[in-house]
């Protein structure tokens, strides 16, 4: 596939995708802007980062250490090759690994904040997925299940670190489970939906380890009536 530059969004950087693969996604942009970031100190940690459209956005907004962590060979060198265009390889640092072993680059508490815009579709022998290898890791939970991947981040959190992911609203209630097993308590709920007349497809969650029980759910997004993504929260 061909490698293209293009600008990600109005954010004043470029990035490096695949001309029919892995552009950067209106999912990447909104959990970029849900984060927050309570001081420069706090170090943050993409999990499943793509292309690091995530870091990239984030290093717009902040001056904080952030590192990535993306799987495929083909997707890391096109993270790398957009934190090095931008130049901000001092501040974002991406690594080349499955996200299970997450363990083994970072000790344990050791993350103030953890993002995540994972594969979206559950896996099984019968499951019809695309033929591209690098579409269908990225797509479905080939490599990694939701519940390994909030047991990790539960893992590599401080107390009262935030876990930031964006996931299918038909898949909350699971998601709710694994991290009520991991003492992740979800703080605040975005309900998205592409517009009024549609179901909510997609939810941003704010979840913070060992926090006090309590969960805000904010109004909703239209994603067609988005006219910009800086700023929204």
């Given at each position: 596939?061909?490698?293209?530059?293009?600008d990600?969004?109005?954010?004043?950087?470029?990035i490096?995708?695949?001309?029919?693969?892995?552009?950067?996604?209106?999912?990447?942009?909104?959990?970029?802007?849900?984060?927050?970031?309570?001081?420069?100190?706090?170090?943050?940690?993409?999990?499943?980062?793509?292309?690091?459209?995530?870091?990239?956005?984030?290093?717009?907004?902040?001056?904080?250490?952030?590192?990535?962590?993306?799987?495929?060979?083909?997707?890391?060198?096109?993270?790398?090759?957009?934190?090095?265009?931008?130049?901000?390889?001092?501040?974002?640092?991406?690594?080349?690994?499955?996200?299970?072993?997450?363990?083994?680059?970072f000790?344990?508490?050791?993350?103030?904040?953890?993002t995540?815009?994972?594969?979206?579709?559950?896996?099984?022998?019968?499951?019809?997925?695309?033929?591209?290898?690098?579409?269908?890791?990225?797509?479905h939970?080939?490599?990694?299940?939701?519940?390994?991947?909030?047991?990790?981040?539960?893992?590599?959190?401080?107390?009262?670190?935030?876990?930031?992911?964006?996931?299918?609203?038909?898949?909350?209630?699971?998601?709710?489970?694994?991290?009520?097993?991991?003492?992740?308590?979800?703080?605040?709920?975005?309900?998205?939906?592409?517009?009024?007349?549609?179901?909510?497809?997609?939810?941003?969650i704010?979840?913070?380890?060992?926090?006090?029980k309590?969960?805000?759910?904010?109004?909703?997004?239209?994603?067609?009536?988005?006219?910009?993504?800086?700023?929204?929260?």
């Amino acid at each position: 596939m061909k490698t293209v530059l293009n600008d990600l969004y109005d954010y004043g950087l470029k990035i490096y995708q695949l001309e029919d693969a892995f552009k950067f996604s209106l999912d990447s942009l909104l959990l970029a802007e849900f984060v927050k970031v309570k001081n420069k100190q706090e170090i943050i940690l993409d999990l499943c980062t793509g292309n690091a459209s995530i870091p990239l956005v984030l290093s717009t907004k902040y001056s904080n250490q952030i590192y990535g962590i993306e799987l495929q060979k083909d997707i890391f060198t096109l993270a790398n090759n957009s934190v090095k265009y931008n130049k901000k390889d001092k501040q974002i640092n991406i690594i080349q690994a499955n996200v299970k072993v997450s363990l083994d680059y970072f000790p344990k508490e050791s993350i103030d904040i953890i993002t995540c815009n994972p594969p979206y579709f559950k896996f099984q022998e019968n499951s019809i997925i695309n033929n591209s290898s690098l579409k269908a890791i990225a797509r479905h939970e080939v490599k990694i299940k939701i519940a390994e991947i909030v047991q990790i981040s539960a893992n590599l959190l401080k107390h009262n670190g935030r876990f930031y992911l964006i996931h299918l609203a038909e898949r909350l209630d699971e998601i709710i489970i694994e991290l009520n097993k991991n003492n992740l308590n979800l703080k605040r709920l975005v309900p998205i939906y592409t517009n009024k007349n549609k179901n909510c497809n997609l939810v941003l969650i704010e979840a913070i380890k060992g926090s006090k029980k309590g969960l805000k759910i904010l109004p909703a997004l239209y994603s067609e009536n988005l006219k910009t993504f800086k700023n929204i929260f």
